[in-house]
């Protein structure tokens, strides 16, 4: 793939080393390599907490698209409006002297503000053969999806089509199992999905209650979807356990709650994986979105859950010694083509300014965790960036092509695409550049 020079307006490349040097262990067939990833920077200010990617030209190549705008793939050298950006901010250079910077306030400033625009999915809506975006704005807000123009260069049509959409990781998957995606989330204080009219895409969507109403907020924490007992059925994760899907949907029942304290605080995306291989889905979650933990509970043969911390507070509560805070965004995916899935998250930097939460000044660190099945299972840490971090949402998947997962970021500090590569190396450059443990296994 063709990288476009450093000097490009509003893009940046930097090929990452030393600790973003990832290994990929060698075996008699594979000759051994190092993982690494070039970083393109899209933007340096604050439009969104979320961003992803699509071919929305139908050109071939995968685009992304963050906040107001779209960069045409696969040199995202050219930036297209769908909406109009239209927020800006006063910066205090001296007692006399002010600039006008474009977007919210984020990184490029000091105070504290959020942006309209926290999660991205695309989706051909209107089946036109063209790929549209669902948006979903600031908690409580409206989602809309917008329509893509085709071949004309203009706005796109807004289509308002769901009121308020409450949790801070809600998701557009396909929870009813017809192969179709909805919007799950929150609204009015319960849980629930909303689905569109295919026959008319652009009308306000159906909602779908699963819980009584519980009284949850605008700004609740932690939100899944997966198969939780193995019955062939997506089931809801929350924070203080999970609903299960009935056998019929007819009439929308409620779902049963299982109570289960996955996350007090709550965290971010919660997901339903077979961790340790013994044929029960386990649970992955972050424990504060706005604190410290990330951990997987182990659903034991009577259906109970063991929890198994892998990142703590303290450096000491990691076997390699990691720690972070703010873990807002978290993606499940297989990085190394080994067969399991990895956790992909990172440090959401200033989640709410300069001040409050814990560490909010640190590096905003992007790290993938490394599943390793054994007489323990083991996370491995890799890490990615440590000047990006990760927003409400973090999107993996090949973005060029190359059959290798990539990255793409949206928050306070930018727009960013982190694009794996595999560089040959030898044997004892894999050994070196391999974490090493500090402490035993974490139980």
């Known amino acids: 793939m063709k990288l476009p020079p450093a000097t490009t307006p509003l893009l940046a490349l930097t090929v990452l080393g030393g600790a973003a040097f990832l290994a990929l262990a060698a075996s008699q067939t594979t000759p051994p390599v190092l993982r690494n990833f070039k970083r393109i920077v899209l933007s340096d200010q604050f439009w969104c907490e979320g961003a992803t990617f699509a071919d929305f030209n139908k050109d071939g190549e995968n685009d992304i698209v963050a906040g107001p705008w779209w960069w045409e793939g696969p040199d995202f050298g050219k930036r297209h409006e769908i909406y109009q950006p239209a927020a800006t901010f006063q910066l205090a250079l001296g007692e006399q002297t002010q600039v006008t910077v474009p977007g919210f306030e984020g990184g490029l400033g000091r105070k504290n503000t959020y942006s309209d625009n926290f999660f991205a999915f695309p989706q051909d809506f209107n089946e036109d053969g063209w790929i549209d975006l669902l948006v979903v704005g600031f908690p409580g807000q409206f989602t809309s999806w ?28 396909d929870l009813t199992g017809d192969g179709k995606p909805e919007l799950v989330c929150i609204t009015a204080g319960a849980y629930g999905y909303a689905t569109p009219n295919p026959a008319n895409p652009a009308a306000p969507w159906d909602w779908h209650r699963i819980s009584p109403d519980k009284k949850y907020g605008n700004f609740t924490h932690g939100m899944g979807v997966g198969d939780v007992n193995g019955d062939g059925r997506a089931d809801l994760l929350e924070k203080d356990g999970w609903y299960e899907q009935p056998a019929s949907l007819a009439g929308d029942p409620e779902w049963q709650h299982h109570e289960v304290a996955f996350a007090k605080a709550g965290g971010a995306q919660m997901y339903a994986y077979d961790v340790n291989g013994d044929g029960r889905n386990d649970v992955i979650t972050s424990l504060a979105a706005h604190g410290f933990g990330l951990a997987w509970y182990e659903q034991t043969a ?29 993606d499940l995916v297989d990085m190394n083509g080994d067969g399991l899935k990895d956790i992909v998250t990172g440090k959401r930097f200033w989640s709410h300014g300069r001040v409050g939460d814990p560490d909010r000044n640190d590096e905003a660190v992007l790290y993938w965790f490394e599943l390793k099945r054994g007489a323990e299972v083991d996370f491995i840490p890799h890490r990615i960036d440590n000047n990006s971090g990760v927003g409400t949402q973090v999107v993996t998947g090949d973005i060029n092509g190359d059959q290798l997962p990539d990255v793409v970021v949206g928050n306070k500090k930018g727009v960013f695409v982190l694009l794996q590569e595999l560089k040959p190396a030898t044997q004892e450059e894999v050994d070196a550049a391999q974490p090493k443990p500090t402490t035993p296994p974490v139980k």
């Open 302 to 330: 009577d259906g109970n859950f063991k929890p198994h911390l892998i990142i703590g507070q303290k450096p000491e509560e990691n076997r390699y010694g990691v720690k972070f805070s703010e873990l807002h965004a978290i």
């Open 146 to 173: 917008f329509e893509n123009p085709k071949t004309a260069d203009r706005h796109w049509t807004k289509h308002p089509i769901f009121p308020q959409t409450d949790n801070e990781s809600p998701t557009y998957t």
